[in-house]
């Protein structure tokens, strides 16, 4: 499939997404970049074996409750408007601060679409996603049908989607986290609802619905670091999928929360850079973020684990100052 993938090439999108803005990378070193690229973009999966699909046999099917079931191939996929769009995808498993997020720019066409070929039931209300190898994923029906860039993609930082990223197609769903939304390999949706069934995670006792939480995260110290007295700069992203961020705050010690500088957003699907400078003065010291949403919530500083649906508290790192 490698030889496959790297002949391939996609239709130029329908519908292209603007250009990022310059303003959208705030260009400090250490800082994660604004767009994620393929090769660094986290993988969480439950394949042992990245599966191999040749795209000439490929199909999606959705049935269940709706009034009309729909195949549709791959040829048929391309021949669709496609359309580009910015999604900073975060898996649930990840911890405050941790690294198991990232951003791309995915072409792709809405699931809505599809979906509204097959007219789900008036009493449906989430769809159950498969992926070839198995993986099912449980995402509420009017998150898919809503005005969001939720979409069958195909393509990934202009590029056919790699094989361990889903090719030749995959999920990608704005807001929520990726074991509810982001299946890979999909070959399958079924109308159905939630009271009816459960998908492989929630069998395990995760939340059946997992918006993703209002989350900020410190790059710049990294932790342990010593640094020098006087002129320093901290800095970080923050993320709140299709709602969007407002603000961060610092905060270094007991001192005051002081705001951050925001870089430009891609937009509310998208996390965000931000920055704040520091006259650092000697001895070890703790810093700490939080974000505020465009919907006015604070990033709750009361801590939870992953389990069951996302972690939650501030980021906080120690630096020595010296």
Known sequence: ??????????????????????????????????????????????????????????????????????VLTWDELLALPLEESDTTLACVSNTVGGLLIGNARWLGYPIREVLARANPSADA?????RSIDGFTASTPLDVLTDDRNAIFAVGMNGEPLPLEHGFPV????????????????????EVTRFDRATAYWTTRGWADRAPIKLQSRIDVPRRGRRLSTGENVIAGVAWHQHVGVAGVEVRIDDGDWMPAELATAISDDTWVQWS????????????????????????????????PDGAQGHHRIQVIVE
């Not at 496959?4 to 994660?32: F, K, Y």
């Not at 074996?49 to 959705?62: H, N, T």
């Not at 209300?125 to 996603?129: A, C, G, N």
């Not at 995959?170 to 949706?189: C, D």
């Open 170 to 189: 995959r999920m990608v769903v704005p807001g929520l986290y990726g074991y509810v939304s982001a299946t890979k390999w999909v070959v399958e949706l």
């Open 1 to 70: 499939m490698t030889t496959v993938r790297e002949v391939l090439r996609l239709p130029a999108p329908a519908v292209a997404a603007a250009p990022v803005p310059a303003s959208a990378e705030l260009g400090i070193p250490d800082l994660a970049p604004v767009v994620t690229s393929n090769g660094t973009f986290y993988r969480i999966d439950t394949a042992l074996v990245v599966p191999q699909i040749d795209p000439a046999e490929w199909s999606l099917r959705v049935h269940g409750m709706v009034e009309q079931e729909v």
């Open 276 to 307: 704040v400078p520091w006259d650092a003065t000697a001895g070890t010291h703790e810093i700490r973020c939080r974000a505020i949403s465009k919907d006015g919530e604070v990033q709750t500083s009361d801590p939870a684990p992953p389990a």
């Open 125 to 129: 209300d989430m769809v159950l996603s």
